[in-house]
């Protein structure tokens, strides 16, 4: 009982009504598939943090290495229920927008509020410059990974007998890779995805195991349930509005998954704990790009329509810029108001782009 008067206390936690009225559209009164992708969308912020905050509670009590591995597996539930969602109906350009949307998110616009908001409050502000130059390292080498497959398969488009194992091959390599950053950061004092800071400085045990549990297991199930809810939506949404599946993607998808660990990176940096802000930043991006992505691989395996990391090139413009403008800004361990300014004005770029650009093709072939 005291653990659900806890939750009203945030008033993030009021949003999940949307939970209760989500269900009800979409199984009882079959409302407009618009309102029911808004209160999805809605819903899963709240659930979404929850998982985080349930999975933070067991790290405390498993202890650092552990929970480490915890919330490096679960840190980015949310978004990857989504896309299994959207893998199943055979939504495969979202998917694809989605991987590129959290890493390009997490880089501009959580990293640039992080460096604005930690700036004005603070000043210039510093962190670990070797522990900083490590991460744009992996940063640099998840993107080569990533747009490897997408220039070689132009070669053998139309032969999945060669276009699912060089995607297979790489996913492998890439699941390894991020295996051995897990390994580093539990063996040395500068960790590369540096989580168990996050559980030790954000957060302090006040649910028992089972709680912590039993809240995971129920959040999660929401998420299950409010994604397909959201998934279901989304050709309707996109053929009403003239959205693509890329703009939702790459914009609305990772906002509503990742909104709350995207809160707390502002928080810590405003706190002036800016180590640790560029660290769920930098190690979220990572995390994605080197497990989220190749794990999807595999799964997409299940369905009919596999997923390639075949990027499109607007996707690798976006992610190539994102990726190096971020590791130029994190390797001289220091940051100021001015950088993130810089970085939230590239997203805001990038975003109006996306966003006119199903219009822009439009036109085009109006005009033809």
């Known amino acids: 009982m005291s653990t659900v008067l806890s939750l009203f206390r945030n008033p993030l936690y009021y949003l999940l009504i949307a939970v209760p009225l989500t269900l009800l559209g979409e199984f009882v009164f079959h409302w407009d598939a618009m309102v029911i992708f808004v209160l999805a969308c809605v819903a899963i912020i709240p659930l979404a943090k929850l998982v985080g905050e349930a999975t933070e509670?067991?790290?405390?009590?498993?202890?650092?290495?552990?929970?480490?591995?915890?919330?490096?597996?679960?840190?980015?539930?949310?978004?990857?229920?989504?896309?299994?969602?959207?893998?199943?109906?055979?939504?495969?350009?979202?998917?694809?927008?989605?991987?590129?949307?959290?890493?390009?998110?997490?880089?501009?616009?959580?990293?640039?509020?992080?460096?604005?908001?930690?700036?004005?409050?603070?000043?210039?502000?510093?962190?670990?410059?070797?522990?900083?130059?490590?991460?744009?390292?992996?940063?640099?080498?998840?993107?080569?990974?990533?747009?490897?497959?997408?220039?070689?398969?132009?070669?053998?488009?139309?032969?999945?007998?060669?276009?699912?194992?060089?995607?297979?091959?790489?996913?492998?390599?890439?699941?390894?890779?991020?295996?051995?950053?897990?390994?580093?950061?539990?063996?040395?004092?500068?960790?590369?995805?540096?989580?168990?800071?996050?559980?030790?400085?954000?957060?302090?045990?006040?649910?028992?195991?089972?709680?912590?549990?039993?809240?995971?297991?129920i959040s999660t199930l929401g998420i299950v349930f409010m994604s397909e809810a959201l998934v279901g939506a989304v050709e309707a949404v996109t053929a009403q509005f003239g959205l693509s599946e890329v703009f939702i993607g790459i914009i609305l998808i990772p906002l509503i998954g990742n909104a709350a660990e995207h809160l707390v990176a502002v928080q810590v940096a405003y706190k002036n704990k800016m180590e640790l802000s560029m660290a769920i930043s930098l190690g979220s991006s990572l995390q994605i790009a080197l497990f989220v992505a190749p794990v999807l691989v595999f799964i997409s395996l299940l369905f009919p329509t596999p997923l390639l990391l075949v990027f499109n090139g607007y996707e690798l413009v976006a992610l190539t810029a994102s990726s190096f403008i971020a590791a130029f800004i994190a390797q001289d361990g220091e940051s100021n108001w001015l950088e993130g300014a810089m970085l939230l004005g590239i997203y805001a770029i990038f975003a109006i782009a996306f966003f006119v650009m199903p219009l822009a093709e439009g036109v085009t072939q109006a005009a033809h």
Do not use: C
Request: charged fraction near 15%.
């Open 57 to 217: 509670e067991l790290a405390v009590h498993t202890g650092p290495k552990i929970g480490g591995l915890l919330n490096a597996t679960l840190g980015n539930a949310a978004e990857l229920i989504i896309t299994i969602f959207a893998l199943r109906e055979g939504l495969v350009d979202l998917v694809r927008a989605s991987i590129a949307g959290s890493i390009i998110g997490n880089l501009l616009l959580v990293m640039g509020l992080s460096l604005l908001v930690g700036g004005l409050k603070n000043g210039t502000q510093v962190f670990n410059r070797r522990t900083a130059g490590m991460n744009a390292t992996l940063l640099v080498l998840a993107l080569f990974a990533m747009i490897v497959p997408s220039f070689f398969d132009a070669a053998i488009i139309g032969d999945l007998g060669r276009e699912l194992p060089l995607n297979e091959g790489i996913a492998l390599i890439m699941i390894a890779l991020y295996g051995l950053s897990v390994y580093y950061s539990f063996t040395n004092k500068d960790s590369v995805i540096d989580r168990e800071a996050a559980v030790e400085e954000v957060h302090h045990a006040k649910w028992s195991v089972r709680t912590a549990v039993i809240v995971l297991a």
